[in-house]
């Protein structure tokens, strides 16, 4: 289903459970970005009705999720981190088609629905990775989450685009997003 097609080395999930901490942190800034995201695509797409319904429960659950992280993280004593630019999101957003407005509605459901398919893929390794445990549940219940948004984002690409024009664009957006995987080195963040 997530179709990516380039893997998470293994020794990323170690990395990140080995500094839990900075990886806490990153997901928090993460899950309140993805949520502005999905809000900023409801404001910019106002007639979209099935876009405006979908993502406004979105919105909402990732600043749910982001609450909950943060939850995470006061338990810990630590808190939030200041905001630092992503290269993974840098990289990707270069690949947007920008002059036109259709396309860059397409390039950004489909981007977006393979980032949610990375955070499935990365959540699902770290909830392996963990003990048994209420934070192992949680990071398996977030697995689940973003399957249904990465599927969510792809099935409004088809709603309101050609398949054809979604499948060629898919494809090149899945290749971008392999290279910019494989260009990027390993660290404690979620990207």
């Known amino acids: 289903m997530l179709r990516l097609r380039a ?18 942190q990153d997901h928090a800034a993460n899950e309140r970005k993805v949520s502005q995201s999905a809000s900023t695509l409801v404001a910019q797409y106002p007639t979209h009705v099935e876009l405006v319904d979908a993502l406004i429960d979105v919105a909402v659950e990732e600043m749910q999720h982001f609450q909950q992280v943060w939850q995470v993280l006061q338990a810990r004593g630590k808190p939030l981190a200041y905001d630092v630019p992503d290269p993974y999101m840098g990289a990707l957003m270069k690949t947007m088609r920008k002059g036109d407005s259709r396309l860059f509605l397409l390039d950004r459901l489909l981007a977006f629905g393979i980032v949610e398919a990375r955070g499935c893929e990365r959540f699902a390794m770290i909830a392996e990775a963990l003990e048994p445990g209420p934070m192992k549940e949680f990071y398996m219940e977030l697995t689940r989450s973003e399957a249904r948004h990465h599927a969510l984002y792809h099935r409004l690409a088809r709603l309101y685009f050609d398949e054809t024009e979604v499948e060629t664009r898919l494809n090149e957006l899945l290749d971008a997003e392999a290279e910019i995987v494989k260009s990027l080195p390993l660290r404690p963040a979620l990207h």
Do not use: G, N, V
């Open 7 to 24: 893997e998470t080395p293994p020794e990323w999930a170690a990395l990140a459970c080995a500094h839990l901490d900075d990886f806490l």
